[in-house]
């Protein structure tokens, strides 16, 4: 049993992200269902998943500035992965997956970009419990590190799902420290908000300490600002 906040930090940004549907797995207003069938190719465990109904989709709409928009995914994220935390020992707890999907725009910011923060702070919190983080986004196509096309998402989202520890590290090779964090994975019912601050933009401040260090440039000699691209 875990004992890990489901709301970690105060919610001022609250409503930045309405609720279209809850978690369903067979949204209406998202056609994911070609979409989810096209990706079975990619991922082994995505097949008897949809067999089994245990992909689901959790859809918001976002509705309010960037800052906001990313708190509340962040929120959305951290609910998300503490009710999987529980279920991922019981049968067939390594086929489920819930997916929050963003919808809407937000003025001059990408969905790229709403994500980004997020991801890295959730992938970072819950790959040491064995829980891991992805991100899609609407239209754009992937390319595997085996040169295989990914087809385009039909709308972004970010994926909460069990680490698969001998498949996943592989996919961070761009952070080691978090590879080796998801490969010794346990999940132990550690609180892992219990060291970090509780107000969203501390956190990021918090999580920036985590990025790898940037490549040298004579341009360019400072640690990045924003996370590094992944595909998961």
């Not at 019981?90 to 999907?101: F, K, Q, S, Y």
């Not at 970072?124 to 754009?140: D, Q, R, S, T």
């Not at 698969?164 to 346990?186: C, E, Y």
């Amino acid at each position: 049993m875990t004992t890990g906040r489901t709301t970690p930090a105060p919610r001022p940004t609250a409503g930045a992200l309405r609720l279209v549907e809850a978690s369903t797995t067979q949204p209406t207003s998202v056609d994911i269902s070609d979409y989810a069938r096209q990706m079975t190719a990619h991922c082994p465990y995505l097949a008897p998943s949809l067999q089994q109904g245990l992909t689901t989709w959790t859809v918001y709409r976002a509705d309010g500035d960037a800052e906001a928009v990313q708190a509340e995914l962040f929120h959305a994220g951290a609910q998300a992965a503490e009710w999987l935390r529980p279920l991922l020992n019981r049968p067939h707890g390594l086929l489920r997956c819930e997916n929050i999907v963003l919808l809407g725009d937000v003025p001059g910011t990408r969905h790229r970009d709403l994500l980004a923060w997020p991801h890295w702070v959730l992938k970072n919190l819950y790959g040491p419990v064995g829980v891991m983080f992805g991100k899609f986004y609407a239209g754009e196509e992937e390319v595997t590190a085996a040169g295989h096309r990914i087809p385009a998402a039909p709308a972004s989202f970010l994926p909460v799902r069990a680490a698969v520890r001998r498949r996943d590290p592989r996919f961070l090779s761009a952070t080691p420290d978090l590879a080796a964090a998801l490969a010794a994975a346990d999940d132990d019912g550690r609180d892992v908000f219990e060291h970090i601050p509780t107000e969203w933009t501390e956190i990021r401040t918090w999580a920036q300490h985590l990025l790898p260090p940037a490549k040298p440039s004579p341009s360019s000699p400072a640690r990045p600002a924003s996370p590094p691209p992944s595909k998961s």
